[in-house]
């Protein structure tokens, strides 16, 4: 276990010697053909392609379907509401997860997935989160988790695949961009028409040249790297929207804030829509974000594989072969860094220096395998927590094991968060 800031940023850095690997059922799940289990080249390879689709220009792109999808949970939440025990509230959790793997789905392959296939997605899913705990048997065996986990990802990668063809012919006759994935096949289809005119011997504008060429992917690999997508999304973003409607619950002085601030961006008009220009001038919903992923980190540990024997400390070399697991959960608390870390305070991102301690903030990882989602990720999160601030109330039904934390891939409250939602006038 790599348990310390400086040697957790020393394992992210080190792809000489190690490479990202989780439990061994992992590579039967998410295939072992797939990017994320690539090195050097090959990983580049994927990797130059994918960059572009996270820049402000795609993300302002995606925005549209990301509210949608809010538009129409939020609605969910007070018709549970309305049904669930006013004492009791109902137990949120799930409900999340539901609605963290719809935006997934709209962000990643638009409308090229039905509601129904997103709805057995989300639902199918924590089958495979939960083949991929420690505990379980590598061997895949009828009727254990494993099982009913490699049936659930052949069923993700499945409808995945029919939506990258789907994407294909729609962006081969110049369809508006509206996901990752047509953004993604764009790039493939205009990559692969300035290189036909370079062979051709074609005289090319300059402006004509794609930012990154890049080679056209099958369906079966776009399938597989969206899979990837919502393998590293789904239980961090459940767990993060979790914790940030308890703590902003617990909290109603830090939601009046962000809900006045969210208010103010919008000049008083709760209906203006999503774009980067208004996310991006949130300070103190930011900070509240941040402050989240800080103190209730979702991911807290990332497994490595040493590929040869990696000399971790002059007195200590990690033979290959064995499993080395950076944390993250020690930088982030450290007192150093963050005074009084066990305390949730989104002002140190504000008049604080938490800004700075850039070494510390672990959550998306570092080094090659650094998270290319961190900033959709966070600005999904402030899009969503600010746009629920000003269209619902919502009260926690604290209970005894509210603080308490459960481990399913990511961290949870025990409770599962019961919670009950009003509309606001």
Known sequence: MASSRDMARKVFNSPMYVKPCVVDVAYKLLRPTNWVFLDGREHVDYRKGLNGLFTRQALDMYLPGQEEVYDKYFAKFLEISKQADPRKGTRFMPVFRELMCAVSCRTFVGHYMSDAA????????????????????????????????KKAADMVLDEFAKCAAKSKARMAVSGEITCIMDAWIK????????????????????????????RTFSDWEIAQTVFTFLFASQDATSSAC???????????????????????????????????????NLPYTRAVIKETLRYRPPVIMVPYVVKKDFP??????????????PTCYPALHDPVAYPNPDYFDPERWVTGDAETKTKNWLVFGTGPHYCLGQTYAQMNLIGMIGKASINMDWEHRITAKSE?????????PQDHCPLLFTERP
């Not at 006045?260 to 709760?270: F, I, S, V």
């Not at 971790?312 to 697991?325: D, E, L, Q």
């Not at 308490?404 to 949870?412: K, N, P, Q, R, S």
């Open 187 to 214: 790039g493939m289809i205009d990559s692969a028409a300035y290189k036909e005119k370079v062979t051709k011997g074609a005289v090319v504008d300059p402006s004509e040249k794609p930012a990154q060429i890049i």
């Open 118 to 149: 997103v709805k057995k997605v989300a639902d199918d899913y924590w089958m495979i989160t939960a083949a991929l705990e420690l505990v379980n048997f590598p061997v895949i065996i009828p009727f254990t988790k494993t099982w009913y986990g």
């Open 404 to 412: 308490d934390i459960e481990v399913f891939a990511c961290l949870f």
């Open 312 to 325: 971790v400390t002059k007195t200590y070399t990690a033979p290959k072969g064995s499993m080395i697991i």
């Open 242 to 280: 979790t914790w940030l409607f308890q703590l902003m619950a617990d909290r109603p002085e830090i939601l009046d804030r962000v809900r006045a601030e969210n208010l103010a961006a919008r000049n008083g008009d709760k209906n203006v829509r999503f774009s980067m220009d208004l996310l991006e």
